[in-house]
């Protein structure tokens, strides 16, 4: 619809409003705080706001539509204000749709388009635009009015300012804060609906969406004056805003560039996040966005993509895209308020609320001893009661046996008192009531001393509960779902088909199980090493699948599942698998097995898990340089977890990941092993059987435990952590547990059952070295100390004997080693990240003469340089590199901006071995560097 059309439309739309604005801006004036009045006036003006704002982001004025966001989120912060700020923006309020109306009149009036975006910069308001963007929302205004009169001309140069990621200095926090936490939300939504464009079986509606997104993005990002974000999304509106309307969907060529945009705005998003570096590529793929922009400004776009998209893609999106209707707006954020806090705040109360639970396991213990100390008094009182009762019947029984009735002074016979007709007391008989007396007080005191310590227990359980939940709300606050990571697992899979030529989908179940957000950031480098590797080495090309009869798209699957207090992860592909004649082969050749010829398949699989094993005879960059497996074994390890793996030649392979979740604490049993007091998480449990149960069975398999319902093997713990095992006292049978042992289950024998309680996991840092099978520490009750054991990381060992003396290097030690040498930072970083993830070690230099400090301290296996540098330039330093024996040898890559004839030929002149040009282009700097590397490397 034609942009005047789309004005006239929202003329008439606010003048229809204007009744209705007028109201409800004078009822937030004139509401008392906190009223129901009061809300529902502003949810009315909200709602005459999100109309006109809704009618201008269909007309594509995104000036206006960035100031009725700014309104919306006024009227939302007026809720609560005090009724003297809300009168003191009545007249701003009412002003709004006179300005808007002015705007809508003159879009052209360079006036009208700067007092309507001033006016949201009135300090009244309780968000106001800073000047900075006030600038950014008149520019836009003003783009808008030029854009209804003719089609602006597109920039026809580039350069790295077009890319930039840095956001403006003067933007609102609040702003920038608002734009980063839906930014990915909606970069996800816009790479899915940009996958599913070649299935979408309603095209014009994908076609919307992914212009609507484009749109926001692009609006949002303007404000916030992230460079990078507005330039792309801008022409990708553009293309989808043209394909919608000429009803074409996009041939392979267009399709392949709009799927490489997606992914870079992923990754630019990931940057502005802080989860990972500026995309290397963004200069390129703007470009080639730009270009295909300008064909299609020229009305040449069919003829640069006449071929359709009829083969299938290199990759496929996930199907739910087929499911999913493309045409339903994307949902709005829950309304519900949030809060920015520092991950180090939610990182102290997590260990507040560990050093709670252990004293409040103190006190519990603590209160214990007083309950037990006071049963102790309770039955001593009843013994000193006994005695009592006895001492009294003595002296009754003295006094009635004594010989005779001693007459007082001066009575006769007759006078005296018969002993039953008088009780005559003396000393003892005082003595004895006194007595009789003070154990009656010390019973009172022991009935109120119970009375106290029961109130105490009950303080103490609500305590507890507290504890309890205040432990889970700290918990919650550092889970996010694995739908936070979905993306860039789906960008791991896209980027390695793009590199093989093959074809893959990925399809990940359980993404909305809560995890640990460190633990789950932890996972995304091993992920996607797996997932990598699964393209290169386990998806076969489309032919070789179609004569193995599977179909020519592979399938990789990723799911997540919550085992206890562990989460596991398999990802599984159905691929070729492993080719264990080329393990069996290459562990030969080092020497790894004792007999590899009669190695079962699993213990050569493991093999696989060795730092620097690989049966690849050439290099690849896609999944590193043939160690990715050891890569993730050690990551794993060092987030206290076990990796498993199976494969079946054919037909694909499988990798298990268990890993403990972080909890503040876990309920555990406590037993006695070997000695030692351990805790054994109870969800590791399956039963105590009762003694007399069950038979312990001596084969020469070893010992097994035999119940009438199961039959497994048996084993002291003790044994299994190192410790003698003692032998039972009067050769009673020792107590024992059944536990899960991976997907099986085992009879562990303890010494002693102690109890059950929660107890709080301290890990050990840097300084102590892991132990398998121990999780960490806990502190219990009485101040001992006890390892928490891992009984499926201490029972499961390897099952293969690996002779010490040929294990290899650490992985960190087989990587080659680039330098980089370049005076901008933006270049290290992303030049590093890159070629990390590509499988090498990085070192950096900011010029020449830091390059020649780095090289003496130790030689690198290549150099990247940039051509000019403060100092020493790329083409000295190439030149006195090469007049050193040493270093005469030594791969030099030139990667600079200068394209000209005269500074290639001045650098092979130097002894550049390969000269490249910014910005460069993944696939070609790493067959370069593959290319350039010493033929020693390790395959």
């Excluded at 990078?228 to 394909?243: A, S």
């Excluded at 213990?603 to 990715?628: D, E, M, N, W, Y």
Aim: charged share 20%; glycine share 8%; with cysteine.
């Amino acid at each position: 619809m034609p942009q005047q059309e789309i004005i006239a439309i929202l003329l008439s739309e606010l003048e229809e409003a204007a009744a209705p604005l007028a109201a409800a801006f004078s009822g937030i004036a004139a509401a008392a705080d906190g009223s129901q009045a009061l809300r529902d006036a502003i949810a009315a003006a909200s709602a005459q706001v999100d109309c006109i704002r809704a009618a201008a982001e269909a007309g594509g004025l995104l000036g206006l539509e960035v100031i009725g966001d700014r309104l919306r989120d006024n009227l939302q912060l007026l809720t609560d204000t005090g009724q003297e700020q809300r009168a003191a923006s009545e007249e701003l309020l009412l002003a709004w749709p006179e300005r808007v109306m002015a705007y809508l009149l003159q879009p052209d009036s360079a006036s009208a388009c700067r007092e309507l975006a001033q006016l949201l910069c009135e300090p009244a308001w309780p968000l106001p635009f800073s000047d900075h963007e006030a600038g950014l929302v008149l520019e836009l205004l003003t783009a808008a009015a030029a854009a209804g009169g003719q089609q602006s001309e597109r920039s026809r140069e580039i350069g790295p300012d077009d890319v930039s990621l840095t956001p403006s200095g003067e933007v609102h926090p609040e702003v920038l804060a608002a734009f980063l936490d839906d930014a990915p939300r909606q970069a996800a939504e816009l790479a899915r609906c940009i996958h599913g464009l070649e299935r979408a079986a309603d095209l014009a509606a994908t076609l919307n969406q992914a212009r609507r997104i484009a749109h926001t993005l692009k609006g949002a990002a303007a404000v916030a004056g992230v460079a990078g974000v507005t330039n792309l999304t801008h022409h990708l509106e553009d293309l989808f805003e043209y394909l919608a309307a000429s009803g074409r969907r996009p041939g392979r060529l267009l399709m392949d560039s709009l799927c490489e945009a997606a992914d870079c705005l992923e990754a630019m998003i990931d940057a502005l996040t802080g989860l990972g570096a500026p995309p290397a590529n963004a200069l390129a793929v703007l470009d080639s966005v730009l270009q295909w922009a300008q064909r299609m400004d020229r009305g040449e776009l069919e003829r640069y993509d006449a071929e359709p998209a009829t083969a299938p893609p290199a990759y496929s999106a996930p199907p739910e895209l087929a499911e999913q209707p493309a045409g339903e707006d994307l949902a709005p954020a829950a309304g519900i308020q949030s809060l920015r806090v520092p991950v180090a705040t939610i990182d102290a109360l997590y260990r507040y609320t560990g050093e709670l639970s252990i004293s409040g396991a103190q006190l519990a213990e603590g209160l214990a001893r007083l309950e037990r100390l006071q049963r102790a008094l309770a039955e001593q009182d009843q013994v000193v009661q006994q005695r009592l009762f006895e001492l009294e019947d003595l002296i009754d029984i003295q006094d009635v046996a004594s010989a005779g009735y001693r007459l007082g002074p001066g009575q006769s016979g007759d006078d005296a008192f018969d002993p039953l007709e008088l009780d005559q007391y003396n000393q003892l008989h005082g003595c004895s009531r006194a007595l009789t007396e003070a154990v009656a007080d010390w019973r009172e005191l022991s009935m109120g001393l119970h009375d106290e310590l029961a109130r105490l227990r009950n303080l103490l359980n609500q305590q507890d509960r507290l504890h309890r939940a205040l432990e889970g709300t700290v918990l919650a606050a550092r889970l996010v779902s694995v739908r936070a990571i979905e993306a860039r697992l789906q960008r791991f899979v896209r980027q390695a088909c793009r590199a093989t030529g093959k074809q893959a989908e990925l399809e990940i179940a359980g993404v909305e199980l809560p995890l640990d957000s460190e633990l789950l950031q932890a996972l995304v480098d091993p992920l996607g090493h797996l997932l990598r590797n699964a393209v290169d080495h386990g998806i076969e090309a489309p032919q070789e699948r179609l004569a193995a009869g599977k179909p020519e798209t592979g399938r990789i699957s990723l799911s997540f599942t919550r085992d206890g207090n562990h989460v596991q992860i398999v990802c599984s592909d159905d691929g070729r698998g492993f080719d264990l004649d080329a393990i069996r082969q290459r562990a030969a050749e080092r020497g790894l097995l004792a007999a590899a010829d009669g190695a079962d398949a699993e213990a050569l699989q493991r093999l696989l898990l060795l730092p620097g094993f690989s049966t690849r005879q050439q290099v690849t960059h896609t999944s590193g340089r043939g160690i990715g497996l050891d890569a993730v074994h050690a990551a794993v390890r060092a987030l206290n977890g076990t990796l498993s793996l199976h494969a079946v030649a054919g037909q694909g392979a499988r990798f298990t990941l268990r890993l403990p979740t972080a909890l503040v604490t876990v309920h555990a049993l406590l037993v006695e092993a070997g000695g030692q007091v351990v805790a054994i998480p109870s969800g590791d449990l399956a039963h105590i059987p009762a003694p007399g149960s069950w038979q312990r069975i001596e084969s020469p398999a070893g010992l097994r435990f035999q119940s009438p319902d199961l039959a497994c093997p048996l084993r002291p713990l003790a044994a299994a952590m190192g410790r003698a095992t003692p032998p039972a006292p009067d050769g009673s049978v020792p107590p024992v547990l059944l536990a899960h042992i991976g997907d099986a289950i085992e009879a562990l024998e303890v010494e002693r059952l102690i109890g059950s309680t929660h107890v709080v996991i301290k890990h050990f840092g840097a300084m102590l070295p892991r132990v398998r099978g121990v999780l960490g520490a806990a502190i219990l009750g009485d101040g001992t100390v006890a390892p928490v054991l891992d009984l499926t990381g201490l029972l499961q060992g390897p099952p293969i004997a690996v002779q010490p003396a040929e294990i290899l290097q650490p992985p960190s030690e087989t990587l080659p080693e680039i330098l980089v040498v370049d005076d901008s930072l933006s270049m290290r970083r992303a030049l590093g990240q890159f070629l990390q993830d590509a499988g090498f070690r990085v070192r950096f230099a900011r010029d020449g003469m830091e390059a020649i400090q780095a090289v003496e301290r130790q030689q690198p296996d290549l150099l990247i340089v940039d051509l000019e540098m403060p100092r020493l330039n790329g083409l000295e330093l190439t030149a006195h590199l090469r007049g050193r024996a040493a270093t005469a040898a030594l791969p030099v890559i030139m990667l600079t901006s200068r394209s000209m004839q005269k500074h290639r030929r001045q650098a092979e002149l130097a002894g550049v071995d390969a000269y490249l040009t910014k910005p460069f282009q993944e696939l070609e700097l790493l067959a370069t560097v593959e290319r350039l590397l010493p033929a020693s490397q390790p395959a």
